[in-house]
């Protein structure tokens, strides 16, 4: 993600503008991460995948019984702590 600061951002708001339709750009205040500008598409993106996401107390029990019920590939075995 390109960064960029508030000071830059106001003078080169044209260019930040344009940079910002292709990805989004971070805008920082005393070397803090404060703003990000983004595309209007980005921005519809993120709202849609938001809101698809549940969390997964959520979730219908059988789902919750087909994950439990999964068989991982045995390196993965240490992820198995994180369902309890």
């Known amino acids: 993600m ?5 000071v830059d951002f106001q003078r080169r708001f044209g260019a930040v503008q344009h940079q910002a339709q292709k990805e989004p750009v971070e805008i920082t205040r005393h ?4 703003l990000v ?14 809101r698809r996401s ?4 959520d979730s219908p029990d059988v789902v919750i019984d087909a994950v439990r019920n999964a068989h991982m590939d045995p390196e993965q075995a240490h ?5 309890s």
């Open 37 to 50: 500008l983004m595309s209007a598409d980005h921005y519809d993106w993120l709202i849609a995948a938001a």
């Open 2 to 6: 390109t960064q960029i600061t508030a």
């Open 54 to 57: 549940h969390r997964t107390i």
């Open 79 to 83: 992820l198995d702590d994180l369902m």
């Open 31 to 34: 070397g803090r991460r404060e």
